[in-house]
């Protein structure tokens, strides 16, 4: 391909990259036949605001689940968890697994934290526990043997003074299996025409509820929704075939709801929130500004070092960031990438990075005219022996940057993993940046450049 066909297709490039990051008046994304992509820039907790929590495994202590059994159960909690806040319509939330027992969730630009809160307190577990021969009617709150923090799932408005509500401290309930074993939920009608949740177990669910079902017949048992009892049946003849249903009046539409809940919600194990943390708007928009200031003084500086100290090459070099920080950009609103304040300096770093790039190259250059060779020989080398230098540079940091995003996946530390990602695809961009937009533009000026006054336009 020719310097020419490589110019226009840079710049058919960076024109895509300029509609995508300054888009014209009803443009919210590509919508291309089936292929739809939403395209906005997602800003973090850090620089507009919102809510973090940390919920924790709600186990009692002499409980010991295997630790791989446990490592999944959260990995599937946490996704469970994702869903629900994303249900509030934020889709920049950030849900993920804190070492084996922790989930930190954070919520950007949230209106209302507490909403967001009683989201997640609504943990979904469905549990079928052992009443004996007790009666309990719809709506008590139990205690049972799996999670005690049943305090932490009562609505902020409880009063356990009051005469209608029902909440037993006194006694904890044996469960006999939870909603984990789920396989199906339906809603269907009973033969009087009343709604009813019908549901299906898995091969080791339907063996528990065959064996306690054979065992227990005439006892009661009750089907518990986040410790607050659904219904209390009694087993009246040992069930085999691995299936149920679950009736408590339900109207169609808490029937529906109830049974996505189940579907889709239900955790494989309790989660109790530890704490909270709440970043209000003025701070974040205080960061965002303050980030955005030290960025263009920064990014000024630099253009203004490069166009004096490198002459005509620095300025071919400053036109070519300026590629690099809208295709750049661009990468960020597409994927997308959240920005938090850690991800800019990130971002920030991987600038100097590929100003680097150009230093190696220019300076490699500048040695060669001084060794008599002509401008074309020497534009040439440079950029040959400059590479390994490039290459090897670069292929440490984006080493550097997958420990530090498998750290902060691992542990929960969503400073570290952003940091780590937004250097990474700067790294990637950056070496593009110097080897292809940098390098192009200067073979397409040395077809025009005359060999005899190069020196002074080089800073030989």
């Excluded at 291309?32 to 939403?38: A, D």
């Excluded at 205690?143 to 029902?166: A, I, K, N």
């Excluded at 190259?361 to 500048?366: A, G, H, M, P, Q």
Aim: glycine content about 8%; hydrophobic content about 45%; charged content about 15%.
């Amino acid at each position: 391909m020719s310097q020419y066909k490589k110019l226009i297709a840079l710049f058919i490039f960076v024109a895509i990259a300029a509609w995508i990051n300054f888009p014209v008046a009803n443009h919210t994304g590509i919508n291309i036949g089936n292929f739809s992509k939403v395209i906005d820039t997602h800003l973090g907790l850090d620089l507009v605001g919102g809510v973090q929590v940390l919920l924790e495994a709600d186990l009692p202590e002499d409980t010991t689940i295997p630790h791989e059994n446990l490592v999944s159960s959260m990995r599937t909690a946490a996704s469970i968890v994702e869903n629900r806040v994303n249900a509030l319509g934020v889709e920049e939330a950030v849900v993920q697994q804190a070492g084996d027992q922790r989930i930190v969730v954070e919520i950007p630009g949230l209106d209302d934290p507490e909403q967001a809160i009683a989201t997640i307190r609504e943990t979904g577990l469905l549990e079928f526990v052992h009443f004996g021969d007790l009666f309990l009617p719809a709506g008590t709150i139990i205690r049972t043997d799996y999670g005690h923090d049943v305090e932490s799932m009562l609505p902020p408005d409880f009063d356990p003074e009051d005469p209608d509500s029902s909440l037993i401290y006194d006694e904890v309930f044996n469960t006999v299996m939870t909603g984990a074993v789920l396989r199906t939920v339906n809603v269907i009608t009973d033969e009087f025409g009343q709604y009813v949740i019908q549901f299906t177990l898995t091969p080791e669910g339907a063996e528990e509820f065959a064996r306690y079902t054979t065992e227990n017949v005439g006892s009661i048992l009750g089907i518990v929704l986040d410790k607050r009892v659904i219904s209390a049946p009694s087993v009246e003849s040992p069930i085999t075939e691995g299936s149920g249903v679950i009736t408590g009046n339900f109207t169609l539409e808490s029937a529906n709801n109830l049974a996505v809940q189940l579907r889709y919600g239900s955790l494989p194990i309790p989660l109790k929130v530890v704490e909270t943390r709440t970043v209000g708007p003025t701070l974040g928009e205080d960061s965002l500004q303050k980030s955005l200031i030290a960025g263009a003084i920064g990014f000024g500086i630099v253009i203004l070092f490069m166009g004096l100290y490198y002459r005509l090459p620095g300025l071919l070099a400053n036109l070519s960031m300026i590629f690099y920080a809208m295709i750049l950009f661009a990468l960020f609103r597409y994927i997308p990438v959240t920005l938090t304040l850690p991800g800019i300096a990130g971002l920030m770093l991987s600038t100097g990075g590929a100003l680097d790039a150009n230093i190696l190259i220019f300076e490699r250059l500048k040695e060669e005219l001084r060794n008599g060779k002509t401008l074309v020989q020497a534009v040439e080398q440079g950029w040959k022996r400059a590479w390994p230098s490039i290459r090897d540079a670069n292929i440490s940091t984006l080493i550097t940057c997958g420990v530090l995003f498998w750290f902060g996946s691992a542990f929960g530390a969503t400073i570290v993993k952003g940091f780590a990602l937004t250097l990474a695809i700067g790294v990637c961009v950056s070496v593009f940046s110097a080897l292809f937009v940098t390098r192009t533009f200067m073979n397409v000026v040395l077809d025009y450049f005359k060999e005899f006054n190069y020196k002074k336009w080089f800073g030989v």
